[in-house]
């Protein structure tokens, strides 16, 4: 009798999608491009408070691009080592992006308005000198930005110490309920080093990970720590922000200050986050 038997068919195998991490000559035209518009915007718009409002999107552009042209992805700047959109990062770029753009703003338009006085075309009232270009740094924002670099680099710090093997179960129980989610957790995409989960590339870092836990045992867990930070930092944004706005929109002829921070506001941003980080560092995760 004839041999029937037939040949299974090769199964596929399911190689990620690698992002493309190469920087192109467009990359490096384009920040060159923002980098003068960003120069510019300060002098020749009138307006100091759309001035403003330009040099923050010009700035999230310019990080946009930088983080495409190394890492392959336009949200870059937001992931991490691990390849998770991380919260630390998130909050450190929001920070940033608001206190640059508004410093570079008011240094650009106190020497316009120091031009225009020379030139006879603008005249300095009693408040002071347009020519004044020194700002005046509160000390509870220099606070503000150490606590969020203390966050930035305290966060991975923790997570390198957690290094002990992973319960079998508890992590199959986290994967499967990340299936439920969605979330592709074939070995080809999650990575599992000692208890904490990573992502094998860029393009599987997801917005849900501002939220989500990070270890084997709450990776599919809604993370209060985090959300309590990222609440008290966007209401904190939020507020200065529009500080920032109404000193923009005055008709002071130059800005000799920023805003002041509230001592109470920045109490509760350091309670915040230092309970981000403690939070981080108990564990969340049974032994095997």
């Given amino acids: ?3 029937t038997t037939i040949a299974a068919a090769p199964v596929p195998v399911s190689v990620p999608a690698a992002p493309r991490p190469a920087w192109t000559i467009w990359h490096t035209l384009s920040i060159i491009v923002l980098l003068v518009a960003t120069g ?3 002098w020749f718009i009138p307006s100091r408070l759309i001035a403003w409002l330009v040099s923050m999107t010009l700035l999230i552009a310019f990080i946009a691009i930088a983080a495409h042209g190394v890492t392959g992805t336009w949200r870059g700047a937001l992931i991490d080592e691990r390849n998770r959109i991380s919260l630390s990062r998130f909050q450190m770029l929001l920070w940033t992006v608001l206190i640059l753009s508004a410093l570079l703003i008011a240094v650009l338009t106190n020497l316009r308005a120091n031009s225009l006085v020379q030139t006879g075309l603008f005249t300095a009232n009693s408040t002071g000198a347009a020519g004044l270009i020194g700002l005046t ?3 509870t924002l220099w606070v503000l930005m150490g606590i969020a ?4 680099v305290g966060a991975p710090l923790v997570l390198s110490t957690k ?3 992973p319960n079998p179960d508890e992590m199959q129980a986290t994967l499967n309920q990340l299936a439920k989610q969605k979330m592709d957790v074939s070995p080809d995409n999650v990575i599992i080093t000692g208890q904490v989960l990573s992502y094998a590339t860029p393009n599987n870092a997801r917005w849900g990970d501002l939220f989500t836990g990070e270890e084997t045992g709450n990776a599919a867990n809604f993370d209060l720590g985090k959300i309590q930070m990222f609440y008290f930092t966007f209401i904190l944004i939020l507020i200065y ?3 920032l706005g109404a000193l923009f929109a005055s008709q002071v002829p130059t800005i000799t200050a920023f805003p002041d921070m509230d001592t109470g506001m ?3 941003l350091g309670i915040s986050h230092a ?4 939070n981080k560092a108990v564990p969340h995760s049974s032994a095997p």
């Avoid at 670099?149 to 930035?152: A, I, N, V």
């Fill in 1 to 3: 009798m004839a041999d």
């Fill in 40 to 42: 510019l915007v300060g």
């Fill in 137 to 139: 740094i509160p000390s």
């Fill in 149 to 152: 670099t203390t966050s930035l």
């Fill in 163 to 165: 290094t002990k093997d």
């Fill in 241 to 243: 922000g529009m500080a």
């Fill in 266 to 268: 920045l109490a509760l």
């Fill in 275 to 278: 309970g981000y980080l403690t």
